[in-house]
């Protein structure tokens, strides 16, 4: 087996011979997808999770739903097809196999199959419109670039990704024991995010103007580097939200791991960010302590939290008591951690969404579920990239027409976990709301047929 | 804790009938041409009011007052009597009007909706709980053991907005939280597991909700009974009436520039120092700066720069020269340049967009990264106070300017800005960033006798 065969992606990799024979150098191209798309991808999961429960044999199952959901493809050269859509599992898969896209988006399902839009007007009766699409928010860590100073745009390392990790939690709960959501699925983007997807009847059902409500609950991170003060909590006490987001969340983490991994006190520059957003004669009274304590090397690996400590004690100390300076502890606190969603995209049905099990074109890495129970866990740089996965399916030897490839590869863990905690309760819920819709206008027929 | 829990006994059987009708249907009277038009503008009148007051920042306390006052001043009849029937007529002329496009209709549907909220929260409570039955709203009170379970956390929301629960008689209805989409927004509710528990005087936004909704409904069916009756049958009559009403009040919409020399990207850095308002002169410095703008930015500058006369090929190449120089030509080709001809009106949908009026800069919101909106409204006064002294507006101006942003007279400060850098006054005061333009260029021709 040369080197060559193993680039080019032979499935007759036959030889449990030495290490190099199975080794597949790092990368991403078509014939690595070809083979992903061939023995890892979990189509016929993905394509039971679309259906949403439709796909079965109960007398309400919708069969003409899944053809109505859009998916878009990405193709090798940035071609870019949208308004694809399938009738059956076999079609999609089939389809994504033949095609072999370097991403694949998923879109509404359209009042009418997105492939015949063309025959409806755009106002009128019959129009082509989404009806349902999930709720679904994006998380990139380069919206905190002014607070992160350890890596800058596309980069990510395990020092600042805790920002995601505290935002999945903040959200996650806020969406389960505010909002009443139970089927959420948390996903890595690939490279530097994090996904979710929103699957409730309730939520696919939302209408723009109410996921806009839902965005802006949400949204509190308000300003760029033309304004100082970029969150604002005005009023004598936190709504339970924001008090439970920063007393369960928020707080431990900068006490405990922000201050001091990303230094946001050790030095003036530094420093003098976080002075901004203080009234100018309590900042001036820290600032002046701060000037002169640069020399001593005290304590310098705590120098954050003892600084932190101080800047807490002069706000909220007997000296300088007024209105503005009691939430300002919470408004540095909420600056740098509260999580920063991209509001347009969860503001509009029709917004597509790169789909849970894609591979990252940049970094190779899966696009795998995050469990929101133990996201503490979750180490970007530990996701299994393409090149990974297929070496280790060469080490796993040959074996004709297995079922379930993903197995015997990291991807086994993530494809298992989407199943469990995701897909079958989800289907399940479905699946009793079908059958009871159905059995309450069983029960309206029969009462207005009853003299 | 009761529905029914009034201090305040009646004392006579008058039915309380309140005066704010639901416009459910055009009413059946016959109204004179004249009157058809006027009581029109005068409705329109109290619309664009309230618009203003909006884009101005002010609060709810005083909108609701400046809607009270704005009301008072136009919508009297001078016969008494006619006041509901003058309030019917010309909110039903006004949806002919407002039905034809998209644009007009979001515009009519959030300034009918704000009216109805502030008309609506002057009413005496009994007034209103006769108008929520008229809604049909099937919400329940909250019982007095479940009040108990949740009573820490209402009480927490309520200090959270300032005020304080009632110790007894608190009455809350227990909502489904998507028919509160603005309470919940604005994190003025208690929300749990999907519900929304509403206070007695928040009520208002369930019934302003279900009026928006209907209302939306509403003038979708106009629109089409327009566009394939109406529109033709009254063409000697009605529509002339109905399209002059539109313009006259909006103000042109700077779409098709018309009155001068087209500009070509040569003379933009030039007209870019002398007759931008500031917030294109800010995004136009940063795309020069960074060679990048964000989807905000872009739409922004891009919209206005069409309503300046730049034509779709040379917008195209000065967006290209720019983020060619971060993202490289054939990026720049792939990703952005669809939208610029978009804008345009030559992919897609082919609607022609038009460039924003200083309400819609005012209302967005500029997120990490985004240099869009209003900067007397997000520029630290630091950054603002800079920006105006790089405009080269005198220091005694600066303060007044300063001032007016504070009291978040945001249209107020550019028009002192304006006067400072032109050396003559704006009457008509600044609304649309197009219009600052024109004027500038105006002045500076009548001036120098050539662009500027």
Sequence with gaps: MTKDEVENGRDDMLIDGPEQANAVPDGFNANYLRIYYGKLFPHADIFKWMSYGNDGKHPACDKSYIGRREFSFTLENDIYIRFQSFNSASELENSIKEKCPFKIDIGPVYSVDPAKRHAYAQSGDNVFTPVERELVFDIDITDYDDVRYCCTGADVCLVCWPLMTIAIKVIDTALRDDFGFNHILWVYSGRRGVHCWVCDGKARRLTNEQRAAIADYFHLYKGNENSNKKISLPGPVLHPFLARSY????????????????????????????????????????????????????????????????????????????????????????????????????????HLLKAPFCVHPKTGRVCVPIDPNNCDEFDPTKVPTLSQLLEELNRGGLRQGAENEWDRTSLGESVTFFRSSFLHPLLKSCKEEIESSYNTKLQQAKNALSW | MQVVGYHRKSSSNDVVVSTLPLYRSAPPLEVRLEDFEL??????????????????????????????????????????????NKDNISHFVLRLVYCRTEELRKWFLSMETALFRYRFHVESSQAQRALMSEFNLPYKAVSNAEFESVEDKLRQVARSMGQTLPIADAIFY?????????????HRV??????????????????????????????????????????????????????????????????????????SIKDIDQIAKTSFPLCMRHLFEKVREDH????????????????????????????????????????????????????????????????????????????????????????????????????????????????????????????????????????????????????????????NGSVA
């Design chain 2, 190 to 263: 208690f929300i749990h597991k999907g519900h929304a528990y509403v206070a007695m005087n928040q009520v208002v936004s369930l019934v302003v909700t279900q009026f928006r909704s209907h209302l939306s409904k509403a003038l979708i069916l106009t629109n089409r009974k327009w566009t394939f009756t109406i529109r033709e049958q009254e063409k000697d009559r009605l529509t002339p009436i109905v399209e002059a009403l539109c313009t006259s009040y909006l103000g042109p919409d700077y779409s098709q520039p018309k009155d001068f020399a087209e500009i």
């Design chain 1, 247 to 350: 007393t369960e969340v928020l707080k431990g983490f900068f006490e405990a791991k922000l201050l001091s991994n990303q230094n946001l006190l050790s030095s003036e520059e530094r420093y003098e960010k976080i002075l901004e957003m203080i009234p100018d004669a309590v900042a001036a009274e820290l600032r002046g302590r701060w000037q002169e304590n640069k020399r001593s090397s005290v304590l310098k690996n705590d120098i954050n939290a003892v600084r932190w400590e101080q800047l807490k004690h002069t706000l909220q100390s007997g000296k300088q008591k007024a209105q503005g300076l009691r939430r300002c502890v919470e408004e540095i606190v909420f600056s740098f951690t509260y999580p920063r969603l991209d509001m347009e995209v969860s503001k509009h049905m029709n």
């Design chain 2, 39 to 84: 009581f029109a503008m005068d409705r329109l009148r109290v619309l664009k009011g309230i618009s203003d007051g909006l884009s101005r920042g002010k609060k709810p306390e005083e909108m609701e007052k400046l809607v009270m006052d704005l009301w008072k001043a136009s919508m009297r009849h001078p016969q008494a009597t006619e006041d509901v």
């Design chain 2, 292 to 447: 990048h703008l964000k989807h905000g930015g872009r739409m922004q500058l891009g919209l206005f720069l069409k309503g300046v006369g730049l034509k779709v090929d040379d917008a195209l190449a000065f967006w290209k020269a720019e983020f060619a120089q971060k993202v490289g030509a054939e990026r720049f080709d792939k990703e952005y340049a669809y939208n610029i001809r978009h804008n345009y009106g030559r992919e897609g949908k082919r609607t022609d967009y038009t460039p924003y009026s200083c309400q819609k800069v005012i209302l967005s919101t500029p997120g990490v990264g985004d240099h869009h909106g209003c900067p007397y409204r997000h520029f630290s006064e630091e950054n603002l106070r800079a920006a105006l002294a790089r405009m080269g507006v005198g220091s005694r101006i600066v303060e007044d300017v300063i001032d007016k942003a504070r009291n978040r007279h945001y249209q107020l400060a550019c028009t002192l800005t304006f006067e400072a850098g032109h050396g003559s006054s704006c009457d008509a005061g600044v609304n649309h960033p197009n219009q600052y333009f024109i004027e500038s260029q105006k002045i500076l021709q009548s001036k």
């Design chain 2, 174 to 186: 227990k909502v489904p939280f998507e028919e509160v989409p603005e309470l919940v927004a604005g």
